[in-house]
T-cell receptor
Framework: DVKVTQSSRYLVKRTGEKVFLECVQDMDHENMFWYRQDPGLGLRLIYFSYDVKMKEKGDIPEGYSVSREKKERFSLILESASTNQTSMYLC?????????????????FGPGTRLTVL | AQKVTQAQTEISVVEKEDVTLDCVYETRDTTYYLFWYKQPPSGELVFLIRRNSFDEQNEISGRYSWNFQKSTSSFNFTITASQVVDSAVYFCALSEPNGLENSGYALNFGKGTSLLVTP
């Protein structure tokens, strides 16, 4: 079974704090993703990574950064948390395989971290 | 612009009714994938199905079926004889080339349809 774990289910931080959200997958997947989920907006991509030390911006990268030092771990960093970053954060991973369809493998999601910024 | 539209925000049905969740997508690419995910109250998204743009065959898996029609850019999901355990938020998603070779393609999600099945 693919397992994607996130460091916390619930997190409460203060405005201005630096926040780290950790995600670990145990299936040797090349691709990892960070989304945030807000009511009425669905899931929106923040950043993704297709290899160690590689990262690409998603749709809403402002206010966030990421780190991928090891293949299994993908961290989302809020440099200075703000109240509008209160949200559910979801991490996902997927396998990359060669061939035109290889990059479309399904993503496996972690349980999410509900972050509240006060 | 929204690439995936799930016009139904909430649907409520009584157990054993059939229910169809609509999904309309927009893309200029000829090669793409469509997905459905289920998010139960526990919060973790569960993969249901993946369909590539060249395969328009309908698929059935138990009580679930999917109708992919490129002519109308739709990928609708039907649950037959719904059960209480089907209560969840269902997301349709589109994956299309992002111009990066050898990279995993990110998903564009619709806003989700919340399905409530009551006894």
């Amino acid at each position: 079974d693919v397992k994607v774990t996130q460091s916390s289910r619930y997190l409460v931080k203060r405005t201005g704090e630096k926040v780290f959200l950790e995600c670990v997958q145990d299936m040797d997947h090349e691709n990892m993703f960070w989304y945030r989920q807000d009511p009425g907006l669905g899931l929106r991509l923040i950043y993704f990574s297709y290899d160690v030390k590689m990262k690409e911006k998603g749709d809403i990268p402002e206010g966030y950064s990421v780190s991928r030092e090891k293949k299994e771990r993908f961290s989302l960093i809020l440099e200075s948390a703000s109240t509008n970053q209160t949200s559910m954060y979801l991490c996902a991973s997927s396998l990359w395989t060669s061939g035109v369809w290889g990059s479309y493998n399904e993503q496996f999601f972690g349980p999410g971290t509900r972050l509240t910024v006060l | 612009a929204q690439k995936v539209t799930q016009a139904q925000t909430e649907i409520s049905v009584v157990e054993k009714e059939d229910v169809t969740l609509d999904c309309v997508y927009e893309t200029r690419d000829t090669t793409y994938y469509l997905f459905w995910y289920k998010q139960p109250p526990s919060g973790e998204l569960v993969f249901l199905i993946r369909r590539n743009s060249f395969d328009e065959q309908n698929e059935i898996s138990g009580r679930y079926s999917w109708n992919f029609q490129k002519s109308t850019s739709s990928f609708n999901f039907t649950i037959t004889a719904s059960q209480v355990v089907d209560s969840a938020v269902y997301f349709c998603a589109l994956s299309e080339p992002n111009g990066l070779e050898n990279s995993g393609y990110a998903l564009n999600f619709g806003k989700g349809t919340s399905l409530l099945v009551t006894p």
